[in-house]
């Protein structure tokens, strides 16, 4: 146990992951060092191999550290059991990626309930509860589609309804927007905006900086570790919410059904080879209300830490 504060939801202490032996070992990251507050919207960002991903899935108890400690909720979590870890992964964390995930032998409605299955929900009660969160995103008529018949757009929709189903605190997103245009992007912002307005955590990779308004703190990543650290909201004007009792869904504001378009052949590619249920584990959204949406600040804490500059990788 930690002796954390309540608001710290995440902390990192000399995290690394090392990967080879000898003359071949190299570091993904390095003595990594992270505190991350309840309502916090982090982005990450740094060239391709800095390890943006690999700390993104330690984060997201999907991969271990080589050594160091990590702390989730007041958790220290560096050596439970995988058992334990899956446990806590689908109460806590909702995962949103670039390739959305969704498994593409199922309709959307049962892809978007695939995290119940965690929760112990019957089938019907798993439906309904999907039918219900794609009602918010508009969705409800595509219920019955394969995720192949969806445009990139909506698939990242249908990726993001299933990362809140079962009420996750924590959401982690590697580059949600990778594979969407811009019209698509922005909606996707905007949906990820209003989960973050009502007290939820929320860390994502990208390599846009154009969305880096939308975070209360940007975080640049080199050679894994952390090249410069800018909070842009102050700690105080967070989002208060986070866990506590559910909140259902129809708080979500409620949007315009959009028409979203494929901009390209690869907004349909579907990842699913290697999707277990594992992979939709979902997110839990907090219990109140925000309290007032976060207030933008100047003040900096910059850090800046000495790295052997290496350079990027690709
Ligand atoms: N399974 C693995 N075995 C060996 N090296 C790995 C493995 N996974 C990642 N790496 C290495 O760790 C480093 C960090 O990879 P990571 O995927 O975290 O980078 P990233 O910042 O997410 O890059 P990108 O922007 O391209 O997604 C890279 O040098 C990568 O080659
Ligand atoms: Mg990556």
């Given at each position: 146990m930690s002796n954390q504060d309540n608001d710290t939801i995440i902390e990192l202490k000399a995290v690394s992951k090392r990967y080879g032996f000898g003359d071949a070992e190299s570091y993904a990251l390095r003595n990594f060092d992270l505190k991350v507050k309840r309502g916090e919207f982090i982005m990450i960002m740094g060239p391709s191999g800095c390890g943006k991903t690999t700390l993104l899935n330690i984060i997201g108890l999907l991969?271990?550290?080589?050594?160091?400690?990590?702390?989730?909720?007041?958790?220290?979590?560096?050596?439970?059991?995988?058992?334990?870890?899956?446990?806590?992964?689908?109460?806590?964390?909702?995962?949103?990626?670039?390739?959305?995930?969704?498994?593409?032998?199922?309709?959307?409605?049962?892809?978007?309930?695939?995290?119940?299955?965690?929760?112990?929900?019957?089938?019907?009660?798993?439906?309904?509860?999907?039918?219900?969160?794609?009602?918010?995103?508009?969705?409800?008529?595509?219920?019955?589609?394969?995720?192949?018949?969806?445009?990139?757009?909506?698939?990242?929709?249908?990726?993001?309804?299933?990362?809140?189903?079962?009420?996750?605190?924590?959401?982690?997103?590697?580059?949600?927007?990778?594979?969407?245009?811009?019209?698509?992007s922005h909606i996707i912002m905007e949906e990820l905006r209003d989960i973050h307005s009502m007290g939820n955590t929320i860390i994502m990779v990208t390599h846009n900086p154009a969305l880096t308004t939308y975070a209360t703190r940007v975080i640049n990543m080199l050679d894994g570790e952390i090249d410069t650290d800018i909070k842009t909201v102050d700690d105080r004007d967070l989002p208060k919410g986070g866990k506590g009792e559910k909140v259902s869904v129809k708080v979500l504001p409620s949007r315009d059904p959009i028409k979203m378009e494929i901009q390209s052949e690869s907004d349909v590619v579907v990842s699913g080879d290697n999707v277990t249920t594992e992979d939709a584990d979902v997110l839990v959204m907090p219990e109140e209300q925000p309290k007032a949406p976060a207030k933008k600040t100047t003040k900096k804490t910059t850090k800046k830490k000495t790295t052997k500059k290496k350079g990027a990788k690709k």
């Open positions: 991969d271990k550290a080589s050594s160091g400690e990590y702390i989730l909720a007041g958790k220290d979590v560096s050596r439970v059991s995988s058992s334990k870890k899956a446990r806590f992964r689908a109460k806590e964390i909702g995962f949103i990626f670039q390739n959305f995930n969704l498994v593409p032998t199922l309709p959307i409605i049962e892809n978007v309930s695939l995290p119940l299955i965690y929760a112990g929900y019957g089938k019907t009660r798993r439906l309904r509860m999907a039918d219900n969160i794609l009602e918010h995103f508009h969705l409800r008529e595509r219920e019955y589609y394969m995720p192949y018949q969806l445009s990139g757009g909506q698939q990242q929709r249908v990726a993001i309804a299933r990362s809140l189903i079962s009420n996750p605190s924590i959401i982690l997103a590697d580059e949600p927007t990778g594979n969407l245009d811009s019209r698509n």
